[in-house]
């Protein structure tokens, strides 16, 4: 066996993919031939479910039809819903996700197809209702009642009218659309890794996915644009920004928000879209000073550290004006992730081989009782 080792697989290559490549030396999110960037420009979210299950962007008739299915697949068994009002009320909302994705096995009557079709089929099903869970989930831990989808609004719309009860503008459903398009996918994540290697056992796309949200609850992967906000809210005020950021530096705590794996010396481009869609909605909101906090943050981590802002980092504030509570970011940004996923997995299935690594045995040898 060979003794090279990667610690945490640093620029290893772990699978063959055709869905998305993180082209960082051109600076260049690669979706199925895309750039990712240019798609949130142009398309909607709805586009992006469709051009990564499908392998090209829809056209009209194929659109409409992707919405009407999305639609028909809405609404929650009754079931889900009262286990997750069994939950207990301190119990973390990435958990209640998880534990709202699994149950829905139960409900699943394709479980153990791995057809392409049936995949495709379970994955239209999953799409349909993780925002459901996302919403219910906030609401269900505080007691409320669930806010019921609306056949009248768009998929993103509808997804932000859940969770807040209020119709967003144009503009607001459109700037949460970009969001959860640059979300959606973005190659090899852990959370994606993850379901790649749960997938591998043949295992079903619902165990999948609930693993992913497993790992994304870890706050090495999500939880970053939550983490962001409260530093935001912490230091409250303009000139109280370079201050509280200078003197987490000198303590040497983690400044979230920033640096990133793959981006290590050039700007995530996803941040920069949110970044130019935060100024108008602060402005909008009477805002502003949101975004000026962040401008300072940016120039004083960049300054010190010479990091770079990732795309939590602009899409925490966006969320916070658009009036999505502070714990629901995370899940949120696993709803948006969710077509990622399940895009992954049927590929993975399509062309499979189990993950087994081997390790690099560091213990003792040649002990004796």
Not at 61 to 74: F, I, S, V
Not at 335 to 363: K, W
Request: net charge negative.
């Amino acid at each position: 066996m060979s003794e090279l080792y990667y610690p945490g697989l640093e620029n290893v290559i772990a699978s063959e993919t055709r869905i998305s490549f993180l082209d960082v030396d051109n600076e260049e999110i690669v979706l199925r031939g895309y750039d990712l960037i240019e798609l949130a420009h142009k398309v909607t979210y709805l586009d992006i479910v469709f051009l990564l299950l499908n392998g090209s962007l829809p056209n009209e008739e194929q659109y409409k039809g992707l919405e009407q299915d999305l639609k028909r697949e809405a609404g929650l068994p009754k079931e889900t819903i009262q286990l997750l009002r069994l939950l207990p009320k301190n119990t973390h909302l990435m958990d209640v996700l998880r534990t709202g994705i699994s149950a829905l096995a139960g409900e699943e009557t394709e479980i153990d197809d791995r057809s392409w079709a049936a995949n495709y089929r379970k994955s239209i099903r999953l799409l349909a209702k993780v925002p459901q869970i996302v919403a219910d989930s906030y609401r269900a831990v505080n007691k409320q009642d669930p806010i019921e989808p609306r056949q009248d609004l768009s998929y993103s719309a509808n997804f932000l009218y859940m969770i807040t009860g209020q119709v967003p503008t144009e503009a607001e459903a459109k700037i949460f659309d970009q969001s959860l398009i640059v979300y959606s996918e973005h190659e090899m994540p852990n959370s994606t890794f993850a379901a790649r290697v749960i997938a591998s056992t043949q295992a079903d796309i619902i165990g999948a996915l609930t693993g992913a949200v497993a790992s994304l609850k870890g706050t090495l992967h999500g939880g970053a644009n939550e983490a962001v906000m409260h530093m935001l809210l912490e230091a409250g005020a303009v000139d109280k920004m370079e201050p509280l950021i200078l003197g987490k530096l000198s303590r040497k705590e983690r400044i979230m928000g920033f640096g990133h794996r793959v981006y290590m010396k050039k700007p995530d481009p996803r941040a920069l879209l949110m970044k130019e869609a935060l100024q108008p909605l602060a402005t909008a909101k009477g805002q502003e000073h949101l975004y000026q906090m962040c401008l300072i943050g940016e120039e004083v981590m960049y300054r010190e550290k010479g990091l770079h802002p990732n795309l939590d980092y602009y899409a925490a504030p966006v969320y916070y004006l658009l009036g999505i509570p502070i714990d629901l970011f995370t899940p949120v940004f696993l709803a948006a992730r969710t077509i990622g996923v399940c895009a992954h997995v049927i590929e993975q299935h399509e062309n499979n081989r189990l993950f087994r690594p081997r390790v690099l045995y560091s213990g003792p040898r040649n002990l004796h009782p």
